[in-house]
Structures are given as structure tokens and as C-alpha cells.
């Protein structure tokens, strides 16, 4: 545990299951302790990121410091702790939706003394000023595998098929039923590809999922769609260095990392139109995108690469080369850095 006293930022994260944005503070924390003194704070954090207790934030010292909020209950939790209990606090508030937020949302927004947005997009739907900081990822732990054959043989994954994947949670809005639609229309005629859906369920979207494997079921591909529990580590670089093809068929996404993670791994993305995809994935040079529940082109998209090795090997490439030059997180953690820094130095 970090001592208290020493912190100049506090990043909540008050969700215990793993999501997009716990990746995202869990994987920021670390590298932003080099540089400030930050540690996150929540019921569930893992070994190896700087932390304090929940416990220890009503004996917070009223010294002068940034409360980095990413969900409403961390953004209320943040102005009790300063309207409250007089915590001198400069609240932060990074928003990735990209769809009007609701009245009582919109009220404590405004009591930040500053919101990021995570993409042109998403700033677009705020009614205060922002700034736009693109989330970034950690391009070592996500890179190119070296000989995917054992890396598969490890993971229990077929070593000599095409595998192509959709990480994350499953439900409607991820559109998993269109991957597993595209999927079940190209995988007869091409017996090398097996398709790799992984990610929690939550009780609301049980029946989903239990419909989504019945289609499989009913379609005589059980044996080449694999359904697969998320990674109880929390690590899910080695699944996509494993892959040779990503699908991100999402028809609502916030910011959506999956598809940069994949490329960051040298794996080729076909990604719709939702969060921030069109904001990092160079179309028609390391992926494609298609239009949100267009089934047809996400089919058609996917056909292509699958059905073309020399040109999924050079997107490989170019979205490798990509994530390195534009998408890493130590950009997005400078960009905080700098951004906690003004704050803390403000009258």
C-alpha cells in the first residue's frame, strides 16, 4: 500500500470486475508513478499498482490534490470528499461516451475543474470545455508474437488454423451476434478458420450468450467457434498475439481499446464505425471499417482478409507500426501527467 500522505493523485476505481476503463487505470498507474505521485484506489486492485485502501480517504490531509474520476460514482464520490469533508481536491472527470448525458451526469460534470474527452467524438456531446487525450496502450506487453505455435499450444488453442477473434464483454451493444452471424457465413467454405469469442457474461446477458452458442450449436460449427471465459489474470496480450485476425463488430463503444490492442500484437482489425475505431485504424492499410450493423460489409471485410494472407500480412505490419508511432500509453500518461500537474499548481 502507498502511504497517503505522499499522493498528489488519486485514481478511483470503484468497479471490482474487469472492464475497459479498469484496464485503462490499472495499466495508467504504474507508469504514471514515475513521473508523480499517483495511486489508484478502489475494492479490487491488483498486485503491482500503486494503491491506497477506500478507507483512507475520509483521514485524507487537506493538502492540495487531483481526484481522477472515469465513472459517476467516482465523480460523486469525488465531491463529497471536497464539498463534504473539505478535502482540497482538483476533480477530473474523463469522458468516453458519445451520446447526451443525462441531467444529473451533466450537474456534477460541471463541478469538475476539468473533463478530457477521450475522442473529437465524445467531446462533442460535453457542454463544458475539454480536452481531447486519446487513450493509448502499453505496446511491450501488447507486441507481435514470436512463433504463435507454442503461444497457442499454451492458450489450448489451435495451432494451425486461422483464428479469428472478438475479446470483451458479451452483449448486445459489443454486436457479438453479428461477429457470430459473419462468422458462421464464411467458416463452411473455409475449414482452416475457427473463430474465438472470449469475455465475461453478466446475468443480464446470460440468455445471450446461451442463444449466441445454441446458433453455433444448430450450425454443426461447435468444434470450430470456441466460446471462452475471460482471462481470470486480467492479461489478454497473449490471446491476441495469438490471433491472425481481430473483429471489433461493436454498435455502441466508448472509446473501444480491443482493436488497438490487436493491432499493437501485428493482428489486422475489421472494425465498425462505434467509439473512437475511425479515430486510430487506418483504414484500408491496417484494417477495415465498416458501417455499424452492416452485416454484409463486416462479412465482406472480414472475407477479404481472411481470404488474402499476403495482404492481411502487410496491415499486420502497418498496424504494428501504427500503435507504436501514434497509439502508445506512455502519450496518453504524459498528456495526464501534464494535465495533473497544471491543476495541482492552480490558485
Known amino acids: 500500500m502507498t502511504d497517503p500522505k505522499t499522493l498528489d493523485v488519486i485514481a478511483p476505481n470503484f468497479k471490482k ?26 475494492p479490487a486492485v491488483p498486485e503491482g499498482v500503486p494503491q491506497i485502501p477506500t478507507s483512507a480517504l475520509p483521514g485524507l490531509s487537506k493538502r492540495r490534490r487531483v481526484w481522477h474520476a472515469r465513472r459517476n460514482n467516482e465523480m460523486l464520490a469525488g465531491i463529497a470528499l471536497k464539498r463534504l469533508l473539505g478535502k482540497d481536491l482538483k476533480l477530473v472527470f474523463t469522458s468516453a461516451a458519445q451520446r447526451d448525458h443525462k441531467g444529473f451526469t451533466k450537474w456534477m460534470i460541471r463541478q469538475m475543474d476539468a473533463v478530457v474527452a477521450t475522442s473529437a467524438r465524445s467531446a462533442s456531446f460535453l457542454e463544458v470545455p475539454s480536452r481531447v487525450i486519446h487513450h493509448g496502450i502499453d ?7 514470436e512463433d504463435k505455435a507454442p503461444l497457442r499450444a499454451e492458450l489450448n488453442l489451435p495451432q494451425d488454423k486461422i483464428l479469428v477473434g472478438c ?10 451476434d453479428l461477429f457470430t452471424e459473419a462468422m458462421l457465413r464464411l467458416m463452411p467454405t473455409r475449414p482452416d478458420v475457427v473463430a474465438v469469442m472470449m469475455g465475461g457474461v453478466t446475468e443480464a446477458h446470460k440468455a445471450y450468450h446461451e442463444g449466441l452458442k445454441s446458433t453455433v450449436e444448430k450450425a454443426g460449427l461447435s468444434d470450430r467457434f470456441l466460446f471462452l471465459p475471460e482471462d481470470p489474470h486480467w492479461d489478454i496480450s497473449r490471446w491476441f498475439r495469438a490471433l491472425d485476425l481481430y473483429i471489433a463488430p461493436q454498435r455502441w463503444e466508448g472509446f473501444g481499446l480491443t482493436p488497438m490492442e490487436a493491432m499493437a500484437c501485428a493482428v489486422p482489425v475489421v472494425a465498425t464505425r462505434a467509439g473512437a475505431f475511425e479515430d486510430f485504424i487506418p483504414d484500408g492499410k491496417a484494417g477495415h471499417i465498416v ?7 463486416l462479412t465482406e471485410a472480414t472475407a477479404d482478409l481472411l481470404d488474402n494472407p499476403e495482404k492481411r500480412a502487410s496491415f499486420a505490419m502497418a498496424a504494428r507500426a501504427h500503435v507504436e508511432a501514434h497509439c502508445r500509453i506512455e502519450q496518453e500518461a504524459a498528456a495526464l501527467v501534464a494535465l495533473y500537474r497544471d491543476l495541482l499548481a492552480a490558485p
Open 167 to 176: 475479446f470483451g464483454r458479451i452483449r448486445p451493444q459489443k454486436g457479438n
Open 139 to 145: 505496446a511491450d506487453l501488447f507486441r507481435p508474437a
Open 291 to 297: 458501417d455499424i450493423e452492416d452485416l454484409d460489409a
Open 17 to 42: 470486475r474487469m472492464s475497459g476503463v479498469t484496464s485503462t487505470v490499472y495499466r495508467l498507474v504504474p507508469l504514471q508513478a514515475r513521473d508523480i505521485a499517483i495511486a489508484a484506489c478502489g
